[in-house]
């Protein structure tokens, strides 16, 4: 079964970009990604109504948070079918 993955953008600093990710009207958890290293912090995880688990979500958006560090691009929402 395909699920929608979502990534909205909350906030944008020139270091970092701050991302809910989850469904396309719940959100999973919250991630910060660090524009100059690529790397990504988990800030919060909830999980509440949510079709899957927050992991899932994690595994799904990592990658999806990296390609916005190697574009130099972070859009402000993005959603695709997982």
Same mark, same amino acid.
């Given at each position: 079964m395909a699920l929608p993955v979502t990534l909205r953008k909350v906030d944008e600093?020139?270091? &970092?970009? @701050? &991302? !809910? @990710?989850?469904g396309e009207d %719940?959100?999973?958890g919250?991630?910060? @990604? &660090?524009? %100059?290293?690529?790397d990504i912090e988990v800030?919060? @995880?909830s =999980?509440?109504?949510?079709?899957a688990r927050p992991p899932f979500y994690l595994? $799904? =958006?990592?990658s999806r948070l990296r390609t916005y560090c190697e574009r130099d $691009?972070?859009? !402000?929402? !993005?959603?695709?079918t997982a």
């Open positions: 600093t020139p270091r &970092y970009c @701050l &991302y !809910d @990710l989850g %719940a959100a999973a919250r991630v910060k @990604l &660090y524009k %100059a290293s690529a800030v919060r @995880l =999980g509440e109504e949510v079709p595994a $799904q =958006g990592v $691009q972070y859009p !402000d929402t !993005d959603t695709w």
